[in-house]
C-alpha cells in the first residue's frame, strides 16, 4: 500500500522559504511515476504546485514557477519542496501526491500539513 | 477565479441523484484532456474518485460516475449517503499554461 507523509515546519516568517519533505512508502520512487506538489489556502480551492519525474524531470506552475524547486532523492524515497519569498498568501494545507502521469491524475495523496506564513 | 467552474455547492437528499459540473475550455477538457475528480473530507487524506472522465479506481462505489461532453465533465452520485458529504473537485490538463487546473470545487451537503 502506497503512503505518502509530509513533514516540515508548519510556520515560517515572511520572506522566507517554506522546505516540505515528503516520505514514501510502500512504492520506490526509483521504479517510476510523478510525483507532486498541490496546496490549499484556507478557506479556497486546490492549485497545483508542481510536479517531479522520478528522474528529475519538473514541471511548474507558471504562477509560482520563479519561487518553486521541487527535487527527489530516490536513495531516501523522498521528495522535496522549497518556495521561496514566502507572504501570507502561501498560507495553506501542502498535499504532496503521486501522478500517474502530467497529462493524467493524482492516485495517491499525503494528509496534508499546514503551513502559516506569519511573523 | 478557477480556470474550470463548478457549482459552489450541491444538496439532495439520502438516497437521491445529484450532479456536480465542471467546465472548461478549449485549452482543457474542449482540448480533449482527461478530467478526474477528488474528494475531500476534513481531516483525511483527499481521494481518487474518478479518473480519465469516466473511470473508477479500485474501491470506489459504482455510486459515482463520470462523463464528458464538449468543454464540460460531470459527476454524479446516485443514491446519496450521508458519509457523502465531502467537497468535491475537478482536474485537467490545460495546453495554454503547460499545468493542472482545478475546479473551484462543490461543497455535496445530504440533507
Known amino acids: 500500500q502506497v503512503q505518502l507523509q509530509e513533514s516540515g515546519p508548519g510556520l515560517v516568517k515572511p520572506s522566507e522559504t517554506l522546505s516540505l519533505t515528503c516520505t514514501v512508502s510502500?512504492?520506490?520512487?526509483?521504479?517510476?511515476?510523478?510525483w507532486g506538489w498541490i496546496r490549499q489556502p484556507p478557506g479556497k480551492g486546490l492549485e497545483w504546485i508542481g510536479t517531479i519525474y522520478h528522474s528529475g524531470t519538473t514541471f511548474y506552475n507558471p504562477s509560482l514557477k520563479s519561487r518553486v524547486t521541487i527535487s527527489v532523492d530516490t536513495s531516501k524515497n523522498q521528495f522535496f519542496l522549497n518556495l521561496t519569498s514566502v507572504t501570507a498568501a502561501d498560507t495553506a494545507v501542502y498535499y504532496c501526491?503521486?501522478?500517474?502521469?502530467?497529462?493524467?491524475?493524482?492516485?495517491?495523496w499525503g494528509q496534508g500539513t499546514l503551513v502559516t506564513v506569519s511573523s | 477565479q478557477s480556470v474550470l467552474t463548478q457549482p459552489p455547492s450541491v444538496s439532495g437528499a439520502p438516497g437521491q441523484r445529484i450532479t456536480i459540473s465542471c467546465t472548461g475550455s478549449s485549452s482543457n477538457i474542449g482540448a480533449g484532456y482527461y478530467v478526474h475528480w477528488y474528494q475531500l473530507l476534513p481531516g483525511t487524506a483527499p481521494k481518487l474518485l474518478i479518473y480519465g472522465h469516466s473511470n473508477r479506481p479500485s474501491g470506489v462505489p459504482d455510486r459515482f460516475s463520470g462523463s464528458k461532453s464538449g468543454t464540460s465533465a460531470s459527476l454524479a452520485i446516485s443514491g446519496l449517503q450521508a458519509e457523502d458529504e465531502a467537497d468535491y473537485y475537478c482536474q485537467s490538463y490545460d495546453s495554454s499554461l503547460s499545468g493542472w487546473v482545478f475546479g473551484g470545487g462543490t461543497k455535496l451537503t445530504v440533507l
Open positions: 501526491t503521486r501522478v500517474v502521469d502530467i497529462l493524467a491524475e493524482a492516485n495517491h
Open positions: 510502500g512504492y520506490s520512487i526509483a521504479s517510476g511515476y510523478y
